[in-house]
Structures are given as C-alpha cells and as structure tokens.
C-alpha cells in the first residue's frame, strides 16, 4: 500500500469508528422505542422526536435507566431471582463499556489531527487540550493503521448486546441470548480495546 492509500485508510478509519458508534447510538433509541411502546406510547415517530436532539450521554442514561425500571418491574416477563441477578450484572457492565466506547469516540471528534512518518510507518497523532479544575492538559493520543478497526467490532457488539438486554426484558427475546452477549463483552471489551492507541 502506498503512503497516499495508507494515509487515506487511516483518516477512513477514524470515520469507520464515528460511523459505527452513532449506529449503537440509533440501536439504543430504537430499544427505548420499543420499551415506550410496551408501554402504551405507540407513536414511534413521536419518541424519535422527543429524542432527537438527545446527546450520546443523555441516550445512555435513557436506556439503562428504562432497562432497570423494567428489570425491577418485570411487566414482560417473570425472570427467576438469578436471571434478575445476572441481567443487572450485564447491564452494569454494559454500561461501563459504553462510557468507555463515549469517552473513546469523544477523543477522536474533539483532538486534533496530523499523519507523521516514523521509521517508514504512517500513524495518526492527535493532541486535545482537556480543563481539569483549574488546569489544562493536553491529552496525546497515537493511532497506527489498523487499531480503530479492532474497536469498530466491540462497537457493534456493544449494538448488539444492548438490543439483546431490550428483547429479553419486554419478553421477545430469549435469556439464553444474554449468555452468549456476556461473552462477547469478556472478549472484547474487558480487553485493553485501546490496542496501540496511546494516551500520555
């Protein structure tokens, strides 16, 4: 590949990885589409307008917080004591994955990008001042080809897991879906998904 194909590769993977995460994003409003109409709200349309202008975070919250009304409440479904237990664990940890995923997808839109050349392998590097109390820092991040590719399956998974969560609880889906949704989450995002992308 020469250094034109590979400098347009890296700059396509940081679009990938953004691309990727607004579709856990869309996955997310479309599981609280479907817990508001269980509810009785069955104007999609509706929903999709009030979350519209709804931040990444704000898309988070939404969604653990109707997950675990409705895991207290089980309208759906009649889940077992431990069923109950090993939902709760899952959405604590998929949780935290998201956050990381967030926090992730905030440092590529926010820094600032250049192509460096060292010993003959391009890489992206990136600076992003961040205010912490009264100071300033400046986060560096560095991207060699290929990293952002490894996180855009976790990302995916991230998608599917949530909308497993969503299809157990208002009883579509099967609890053993779950199981096979927890180990996508041991593989890949308790890992350091990070892989080559460094921060100082």
Known sequence: MDKESKQQELFSELGKFVAHFEGLQEIQKECICIYLEESGLTNDKLTKLLLSDSTAKSICDYFFSISADFLKNQPKTSLNPDEVDFIQKLLDKTRNAINDASQLRNDIVHSSWKITNIYDELRLEAERIKIRGSEGDIDQLEILLGDLSKTIEWIDNLA?????????????????????????????????????????
């Open 160 to 200: 599917l897991v949530s909308f497993d969560i969503a299809t157990v609880l208002v009883g579509f889906g099967s609890i053993s879906n779950l199981n096979d949704a927890e180990a996508l989450l041991k593989n890949i995002a308790f890992q350091n998904f990070r892989s080559g992308l460094k921060k100082s």
